[in-house]
């Protein structure tokens, strides 16, 4: 196993700034845990947790009693919800988070992979390095509506495009398989099995898409005829 690999599968040897990101964007509040488990031989990262308001209480305790120091009692957990913003001010916290992310190593951008928030994923998933996309899509808290945006992008590396065909859990959703019939990364064979699940207007509008390869057009076409009989 590579050492990226080990890297990425292990947050008690996790960089700091990793630990600050995946506090300011976690999967979900199970993250705070283990991160907690994982490095309770270095008090730095624990004081990071105990002092950081968004983790839950049981966290917020046993962080201080690493410590020895009080748990604030009556504590209010501060929920990170994002609130209404403008154009420039979305872009720019994006812009911020990609900043850090580009400075990373690629093990440390698995690590966020694997357990960021979807913020993080929307970074990570145009990442030039493959692993790291690869490693977005086993994020447990991937949601539907964002497989269906890496589904419709051509520049998604083609196995990321197998990956999310191959999963049924995904392609149960008709938006999925649309996406990825309609993108030309997609390699015709796995295209194929999924044309004929498409709803007449779709298909109407894939046999005109000169994007997609000539193999997918015909046999669009093919279905248009059979479902016009």
Same mark, same amino acid.
Do not use: C
């Given at each position: ?148 945006? #890496? ?7 083609? +196995? !990321?495009? @197998?990956?999310? =065909? *191959?999963?049924?859990?995904?392609? &149960? ?31 109407? #509008? ?7 390869? +000539? !193999?997918? @057009?015909?046999? =669009? *076409?093919?279905?248009?005829?059979? &479902?016009?009989?």
């Amino acid at each position: 196993m590579s050492e990226e690999r080990l890297i990425g599968i292990d947050l008690s040897i996790a960089s700091r700034e990793v630990i600050e990101m995946l506090l300011e964007h976690p999967s979900d509040d199970s993250v705070y845990g283990e991160i907690l488990s994982a490095n309770r031989n270095r008090p730095d990262i624990v004081r990071m947790l105990y002092e950081n308001p968004a983790i839950p209480d049981d966290v917020h305790s046993e962080a201080a009693r690493l410590l020895s120091l009080p748990v604030i009692a009556d504590r209010k957990v501060a929920r990170i919800e994002p609130g209404p913003e403008d154009e420039e001010a979305r872009m720019q916290r994006t812009e911020n988070v990609l900043q850090r992310v580009q400075r990373l190593s690629i093990g440390e951008k698995i690590q966020l992979a694997l357990k960021g928030g979807k913020e993080l994923r929307n970074v990570l998933i145009r990442d030039p390095n493959k692993e790291v996309v690869m490693k977005v899509l086993e994020n447990p808290k991937l949601t539907e509506s964002e497989v269906e945006m #890496i589904a419709r992008n051509p520049s998604v590396p083609e +196995e !990321a495009l @197998r990956y999310i =065909a *191959k999963k049924r859990d995904w392609t &149960r959703r008709y938006p999925v398989i649309a996406a990825l019939v309609s993108n030309p990364k997609t390699p015709p064979g796995v295209s194929m099995p999924f044309i004929a699940h498409l709803r007449f207007q779709d298909l109407v #509008i894939l046999e005109k898409n000169k994007n997609v390869s +000539e !193999a997918v @057009r015909t046999a =669009a *076409k093919r279905y248009v005829k059979m &479902r016009k009989k």
